[in-house]
């Protein structure tokens, strides 16, 4: 049973990177079945789905994050990270990783990173 | 502004049934396969359905999916309160802006 686990610091000052990883365990992230993503839920709203990569470190991102998100994937560690720079409070969220096969099927139960001095 | 548009709320009486609709355009839900996502209060969001109408393992028939043209519609049967949560459907965007887009989410509210 695949099973996602973000970590992460929870709170990140202004202007600084957000990193994250996510750990997948129960299967391979090398598995060629599945891309992998990050989403992340503002308090009170909705789902923003941020970036997603392949194992073989192909990606593909929200048009309107591209210029500040990188995501990387560790085969060796079974891990794939986000890195999110120059952060405001409108970066304050709960960031989820999840599998996306045919759609995104297994979420891990996110973490809430809240931007702030 | 959501890409895709959901009512902001629904609500019915539980064993009532009640169906949320999630409305794009031909970029998005008229040639891309649709998903639904269960959010429990104060959890990750869970999957529903994928293709637009398959369920993954163990979600009850109670739950189903349809897609016409540039809408879809997520019918939930024989409500119970533990149905209560938020709803969000998802697909890809095939624009100039691609990517994966959600709907701003439905509030279920069993009576």
Known sequence: ?117 | QSVLTQPPSVSAAPGQKVTISCSGSSSNIGNNYVSWYQQLPGTAPKLLIYDNNKRPSGIPDRFSGSKSGTSATLGITGLQTGDEADYYCGTWDSSLSAGQVFGGGTKLTVL
């Open chain 1, 1 to 117: 049973q695949l099973q996602l686990q973000e970590s992460g610091p929870g709170l990140v000052k202004p202007s600084e990177t957000l990193s994250l990883t996510c750990t997948v365990s129960g299967g391979s992230i090398s598995s060629s079945s599945y891309y992998w993503g990050w989403i992340r839920q503002p308090p009170g709203k909705g789902l923003e789905w941020i970036g997603s990569i392949y194992y073989s470190g192909s990606t593909y991102y929200n048009p309107s994050l591209k210029s500040r998100v990188t995501i990387s994937v560790d085969t060796s560690k079974n891990q794939f990270s986000l890195k999110l720079s120059s952060v405001t409070a409108a970066d304050t969220a709960v960031y989820y990783c999840a599998s996306l096969k045919n759609a995104f099927d297994i979420w891990g139960q996110g973490t809430m990173v809240t931007v702030s001095s």
